[in-house]
């Protein structure tokens, strides 16, 4: 049955279903020009970009690949711990190819920090970035962006593939997790 309703521990909705389906047809439309040359390999980080990648990846009208990574920096908590671990690698070589990395939020930037340089050295003619969400106040790093959908505030936030400690991924929305949820 679809979810209608604001979970109880979600605080506010930020962005509902319409605008997120909206802004990456946007998004789509953008990476099918800019690519029609030479379509990209579309790289997923998982888990949380699982839904960021299916949705997107409908709106793109070019013959991409996707394939996917999972690196994990969060573990169970709010904060990033820095240390980036490869928990699986791409299971394609991506030599001389044009790479499009699909993540769903860019916090701190360590994540894609550490991953753009790892993409980068095995390679590729290009490695672009498309991330749904990012959140300007939360940068310790300066990354470089080609395609974002939404600057958020600095507050954590679940839904649609982003988890609090491995839940909330299937919420069709995000929202702002309530802070009595992670607080005592
Ligand atoms: O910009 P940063 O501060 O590095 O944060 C962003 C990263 O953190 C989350 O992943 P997480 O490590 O929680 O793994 P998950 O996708 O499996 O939830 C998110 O999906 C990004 O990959
Ligand atoms: O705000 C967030 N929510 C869920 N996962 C995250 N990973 C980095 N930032 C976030
Ligand atoms: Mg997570």
């Not at 009208?61 to 820095?82: C, F, I, P, Q």
């Not at 490869?86 to 916090?107: A, H, W, Y």
Request: no cysteine; proline share 5%.
């Amino acid at each position: 049955m679809p979810q209608t309703h604001p979970h109880p521990d979600v605080d506010r909705v930020l962005l509902d279903e319409q605008q997120i389906r909206e802004r990456l047809a946007e998004l789509g439309e953008e990476i099918a020009a800019d690519y029609a040359d030479e379509p990209p390999i579309l790289v997923g980080v998982l888990k949380g970009a699982v839904m960021v990648m299916a949705d997107l990846a409908r709106e793109i009208d070019l013959k991409v690949e996707m394939d996917w990574m999972a690196v994990s920096s969060y573990g169970s908590g709010t904060k990033s711990s820095g240390v980036v671990r490869i928990l699986k690698d791409l299971s394609g070589d991506i030599t001389g190819r044009n790479v499009l990395i699909v993540e769903d939020i860019i916090d701190s930037g360590l994540t894609l920090k550490w991953l753009l340089s790892n993409l980068r050295s095995r390679g590729p003619k290009s490695v672009e970035i498309a991330a749904l969400l990012r959140k300007p106040e939360a940068a310790r790093v300066e990354i470089d962006v080609k395609y974002i959908g939404f600057d958020i505030p600095n507050e954590f936030v679940i839904g649609y593939g982003l988890d609090f400690a491995e839940n909330y991924r299937n919420l069709p929305y995000v929202g702002v997790l309530s802070r009595s949820i992670y607080e005592d």
